[in-house]
């Protein structure tokens, strides 16, 4: 089937890839069929299910009633008990008073399938139960409650990794290193919300600029954004990397007027702000995704940066789950410039406009729920898993255990929904 692509005069993107050309002319000629035949021969895995979401979360709501005589202060949500274990992790959280009833929602993991409710004094005292993760209605008064003495240790809090591909609306090479990041979001009071940025990897050879959309928020929602102690990822940034977002303020706003979190402008830059510049240019390496050095490689510490947002009012923020942020990234595309996000938000177009693929492809984004998830290294997709003529399956790649492989999940998206837990060691940073 062919059709035409009608593209502002501003951005002119040619989807046509392998197979397109590109003109002076605002219409562009693109060929699905043959897109869908090339999508086909290169796609690390030949079967594609059709009604995949590249959801490994729900988001779940849970209603509580504080319970009298207890004097907690805080409600909140653990992946394991947290006075007895040092490995869990804070999932939600708000603000309570006594004999409040209240609905607070959190992204629970698809394998997770106990959590954990606290109600916390002001001295630190927690009273916990645990309950299903399919339950609904949630009580403290349950025989299962406990209440401990104070903690001694901060909880950790639940935190994210996205994985980027940078060549959207191009095939990548699927090792979903070109950019990985890793996002944690904290309540920290009534109208604060807390966002816990690590930037681990960078495996583009080209400029990345990063930056999250506060889904469903206005510019006008928010007070303000500001950074812990003054500390972003653009510091002192060349002046030619401002071409993707063009400022270093924190609130962005996106052309549709939505509230925008500004990352950083280049993830090269902030991954190592000792480059040597010429002429404001510098050259581009890859960071921690291989394990030897070379010209083009290098090994670095991860970097961190942590933003308090300031909300006009507390609506909806009991219900501010990851599902609520939306991590893109910009590239250049034939000098224009691209957004990738993840699947649920491929047509945002937060920044710039221009058309998206509607056939099913591999993602150029994916969201992992966990902070410890193992990357590919340059040079290994993350899965590999295509069928011989006899219906037998070969499979390849960092994610590929049977039974808990990143190729059956692709395949049917109720299945290996643990595959992020199974890497080979030698293939995976």
């Keep these: 089937m062919k059709m035409k692509i009608y593209i502002q005069p501003v951005i002119i993107i040619a989807l046509i890839m392998v197979y397109g050309f590109v003109s002076c002319s605002k219409e562009i000629e693109y060929d699905e069929a043959k897109n869908k035949e090339y999508w086909r021969r290169v796609s690390p895995v030949d079967s594609i299910d059709v009604t995949h979401t590249w959801q490994l979360v729900t988001s779940r709501n849970y209603q509580f009633t504080v319970n009298a005589n207890v004097g907690a202060q805080r409600l909140e949500i653990y992946n394991a008990d947290p006075i007895t274990s040092a490995e869990a992790e804070m999932m939600g959280r708000t603000f309570v008073k006594e004999g409040q009833q209240l609905t607070l929602s959190v992204s629970v993991p698809s394998t997770l399938t106990t959590l954990f409710a606290a109600l916390i004094d002001k001295d630190g005292t927690y009273t916990v139960t645990s309950f299903s993760a399919t339950e609904r209605v949630i009580d403290f008064s349950s025989p299962t409650a406990t209440q401990q003495q104070p903690r001694s240790t901060t909880p950790r809090i639940m935190a994210y990794t996205y994985c980027y591909e940078e060549n959207f609306p191009a095939a990548g090479d699927f090792d979903y290193n070109d950019l990985v990041i890793r996002i944690g979001l904290e309540r920290t009071g009534q109208k604060q919300m807390d966002v816990h940025l690590t930037l681990l990897a960078v495996g583009a050879s080209g400029q990345i600029a990063g930056a999250i959309r506060l889904v469903g928020y206005r510019y006008q929602d928010i007070d303000s954004i500001v950074a812990k102690d003054g500390k972003t990822l653009n510091v002192n940034v060349p002046k030619l990397s401002y071409g993707l977002i063009e400022s270093d303020d924190i609130l962005q706003k996106g052309r549709n007027g939505e509230a925008v979190l500004n990352l950083f402008v280049d993830a090269h830059w902030a991954m190592d702000t000792e480059i040597e510049t010429i002429n404001d240019d510098f050259t581009r390496k890859k960071y921690n995704v291989k394990r030897s050095f070379t010209d083009q490689y290098e090994q670095t510490y991860a970097k961190d940066a942590d933003y308090t947002i300031y909300f006009k009012n507390d609506n909806g ?113």
Excluded: C
């Design 317 to 429: 923020l009991n219900n501010f789950t990851q599902e609520m942020i939306d991590p893109f990234i910009v590239t250049y595309y034939m000098a224009n410039r691209i957004e990738t996000h993840l699947d649920e938000f491929k047509n945002a177009q937060v920044f710039y406009n221009y058309d998206n693929l509607e056939f099913k492809t591999l993602p150029w984004a994916l969201k992992i729920p966990t902070s410890y998830f193992q990357y590919p290294l340059e040079g290994y997709q993350i899965g590999f898993r295509k069928h011989a003529k006899d219906g037998t399956a070969s499979m390849d790649g960092a994610y590929m255990i049977e039974g808990h492989s990143f190729g059956e999940w692709v395949e049917n998206h109720k299945n290996s929904l643990d595959w992020y837990n199974y890497p080979l060691e030698n293939q995976v940073w």
